[in-house]
């Protein structure tokens, strides 16, 4: 069964440092990996996606992510963080073709000045 | 503008009444869902739909019921509402899955609080 894992509940980083969300997945076939961001009373917005080639992707809003499988990963990544990338952050997987997408519970990012 | 339009944005219902939440999208999309969120457990889907007509069960059907007799809209009818219900529902839609259009798009949300 597919399954995504965010262990960390909240970050906090100061801004313009870098930063690094984990996403880990159990999926029994190449699974589509997707990022979204959701500000506070927003739906969701999709940041970046990975379905196959490179397996650095670029997304929007200057983030990208890696994607690892001998370590099952899915690591969001960001140079420089601005004080208007305070959000909350979902990794999902979804099955190739498929039609459920499933989210992890999320990682609260909060930027400090 | 093009997107995902959720009604009502707030609702209280007192335990045991019904009710619908209603999802249109203008996008022509064939795929949509539903999602409940809740608290340090992410997005769960309740039901999706991939085509007018057919509706299929996510993680946590049990307590609602969908239908989708157009391609705009998905509606989610809750039958008898509990408070373990509280929760903001989140309708998706997506076009067919191809590696340039598989993200969702998502609609604001409806914040429903059962008493």
């Known amino acids: 069964a597919q399954s995504v894992t965010q262990p960390d509940i909240h970050i906090t980083v100061s801004e313009g440092a870098s930063l690094e969300l984990r996403c880990n997945y159990s999926?029994?076939?190449?699974?589509?990996l997707f990022w979204y961001v959701q500000s506070p009373g927003q739906g969701l917005q999709l940041l970046l996606k990975?379905?196959?080639?490179?397996?650095l992707v670029q997304g929007i809003k200057g983030f990208e992510a890696e994607f690892k499988r001998s370590q099952s990963s899915f690591n969001l990544r960001k140079p420089s963080v601005h004080w208007s990338d305070a959000a909350e952050y979902f990794c999902a997987v979804g099955a190739s073709g498929g039609f459920k997408t499933i989210f992890g519970a999320g990682t609260r990012l909060f930027v400090k000045a | 503008n093009a997107g995902v339009t959720q009604t009502p944005k707030f609702q209280v219902l007192k335990t045991g009444q019904s009710m619908t939440l209603q999802c249109a999208q203008d996008?022509?999309?064939?795929?949509m869902s539903w999602y409940r969120q809740d608290p340090g457990m992410g997005l769960r889907l309740i039901h999706y739909?991939?085509?007018?007509?057919?509706?299929d069960q996510g993680e946590v059907p049990n307590g609602y019921n969908v239908s989708r007799s157009t391609t705009e809209d998905f509606p989610l009818r809750l039958l008898s509402a509990a408070p373990s219900q509280t929760s903001v529902y989140f309708c998706?839609?997506?076009?067919?899955?191809?590696?340039?259009?598989?993200?969702?798009?998502f609609g604001s949300g409806t914040r429903l609080t059962v008493v």
């Open positions: 990975y379905f196959s080639g490179d397996t």
């Open positions: 998706a839609s997506r076009a067919k899955p191809t590696e340039k259009h598989y993200g969702y798009t």
């Open positions: 999926y029994g076939a190449t699974p589509y």
């Open positions: 739909s991939v085509g007018a007509g057919i509706t």
């Open positions: 996008m022509n999309h064939e795929y």
